[in-house]
């Protein structure tokens, strides 16, 4: 987020400074603005990476845990509902985990058009983004940054912005945002693709949820945790008997990836990072 506030302020400076005596004094300042935008991105590429490796370390610490230390089922303060539920839940993730799952496998990508990223995406500073194409109608088809798409490559002319380009500001929302097959409201990856039975979490991948409770819990929202919801409900578990109805199941079998059991090690069990393999050969 301090690299977008950086970016944009950036942009503000430069566009009240700008002086307008010569196309000289135009194309040094359009370059000093896009050459801060760009550090503005591997900012935050290198922002991204950061978080995906503590991601990793909790979805392995996770995983490492005693097997032996018991089901959500046996919590505390679970009603009789509620544990069912769990129960239910969980004894399908574990038959799921027993054996190979057929949805293991590629997703279906154009492995030779220059693009490390989903079809549905297009690379920018390093990150895989939905395209400006699909966002805008194919109004505004060229990113500028993660925040704006343009009517061209280059906009040359800062006081025509407003109509040359289109700005939608967010974290992980607005133009910020992976591909529909990805998830649509996921933050941008770095390039490749995951498996047809995983889904996109802070740049991992991980099995889905829906297939792990067999669409009870089907919305991802920690590294092992899944949710009925996508709201706040999803902070406190599912069947407490303290008034508070959540929605989420947390079990450190949910940290994992798709290519369990499957004799190929070209798929992972544990999450992992978007494979660029998968999306260019």
Not at 42 to 64: D, E, K, N, Q
Not at 230 to 257: H, I, P
Request: with cysteine; hydrophobic share 35%.
């Amino acid at each position: 987020m301090p690299a977008m506030v950086a970016a944009t302020r950036d942009l503000e400076v430069s566009r009240d400074s700008f002086d307008c005596s010569s196309d000289e004094s135009d194309d040094a300042q359009i370059a000093l603005v896009w050459s801060r935008v760009r550090r503005s991105g591997a900012v935050r590429t290198l922002a991204i990476g950061a978080i995906a490796a503590v991601v990793v370390i909790l979805a392995v610490t996770a995983s490492t845990r005693s097997a032996t230390s018991g089901s959500p089922s046996a919590s505390v303060g679970l009603s009789d509902a509620g544990k069912a539920t769990v129960d239910q839940a969980t004894a399908i993730a574990s038959a799921e985990l027993s054996q190979a799952n057929a949805q293991a496998v590629a997703p279906k990508e154009h492995l030779n058009d220059g693009n490390p990223c989903p079809d549905d995406e297009e690379l920018h500073a390093g990150l895989c983004y939905a395209k400006c194409s699909t966002l805008t109608s194919g109004q505004y088809n060229f990113r500028q940054s993660a925040w704006t798409c343009c009517k061209q490559a280059k906009c040359s002319n800062l006081f025509a912005l407003s109509s040359c380009c289109k700005h939608n500001l967010g974290w992980c929302s607005g133009f910020d945002i992976s591909g529909p097959q990805e998830g649509g409201k996921s933050c941008p990856h770095k390039p490749g693709a995951c498996l047809a039975d995983e889904e996109l979490f802070l740049n991992m991948c991980y099995m889905k949820c829906s297939v792990l409770t067999g669409g009870t819990y089907p919305y991802r929202t920690a590294a092992a945790t899944c949710c009925k919801r996508t709201d706040m409900s999803c902070m406190v578990e599912d069947g407490l008997t303290d008034g508070l109805n959540g929605q989420s199941l947390t079990n450190a079998s949910f940290a994992v990836g798709g290519g369990c059991k499957d004799d190929n090690a070209d798929t992972h069990c544990r999450p992992h990072m978007p494979q660029q393999s998968l999306t260019e050969a």
